[in-house]
C-alpha cells in the first residue's frame, strides 16, 4: 500500500513560483507512473504532468508546458512539480496520484491518491 502526502501549497500571486512535494511510503516512486492533477472548484479532475518509471518518458498539458517541471528525489522517495509563472487559472487542489502498471499516464485512472495541497493565484 502506497501513501503520498502532498506539502507546498499556498497563496502567492501571479507570476510567482512555487514548488509542490509529494512524498511516497510503502513503495519506491521509480517503479511507479507519478502524476499530478489538479482540481478547480466546480470543475473536474484535470491531468496536469507526469512522470513515467525511472523518469523514461514525461508529460504535461498543455495549459502547463513550459511553466511546469516535474523532477524526482529517489534518495527522499519525493516527487516534486515545480510552478513557474503562475497564473490566476492555477488556482485549485493539487493531488499526487502513483499509478502501477502504467496504463494511461493522463487520465486519472490511478492507483494511489494524495490527500491534496491548495494553491492560490491570487493579486
Known amino acids: 500500500q502506497v501513501q503520498l502526502v502532498e506539502s507546498g501549497g499556498g497563496l502567492v500571486q501571479p507570476g510567482d513560483s512555487l514548488t509542490l512535494s509529494c512524498a511516497a511510503s510503502?513503495?519506491?516512486?521509480?517503479?511507479?507512473?507519478m502524476g499530478w492533477f489538479r482540481q478547480a472548484p466546480e470543475k473536474e479532475r484535470e491531468f496536469v504532468g507526469a512522470v513515467t518509471r525511472s523518469g523514461l518518458r514525461i508529460f504535461y498539458a498543455d495549459s502547463v508546458k513550459g511553466r511546469f517541471a516535474i523532477s524526482g528525489d529517489v534518495a527522499k522517495n519525493t516527487v516534486y512539480l515545480r510552478m513557474n509563472n503562475l497564473k490566476l487559472e492555477d488556482t485549485a487542489v493539487y493531488y499526487c496520484?502513483?499509478?502501477?502498471?502504467?496504463?494511461?499516464?493522463?487520465?486519472?485512472?490511478?492507483?494511489?491518491w494524495g490527500q491534496g495541497t491548495q494553491v492560490t493565484v491570487s493579486s
Open positions: 496520484a502513483a499509478q502501477l502498471p502504467q496504463r494511461g499516464a493522463t487520465t486519472p485512472d490511478y492507483d494511489y
Open positions: 510503502g513503495g519506491t516512486f521509480s517503479r511507479y507512473t
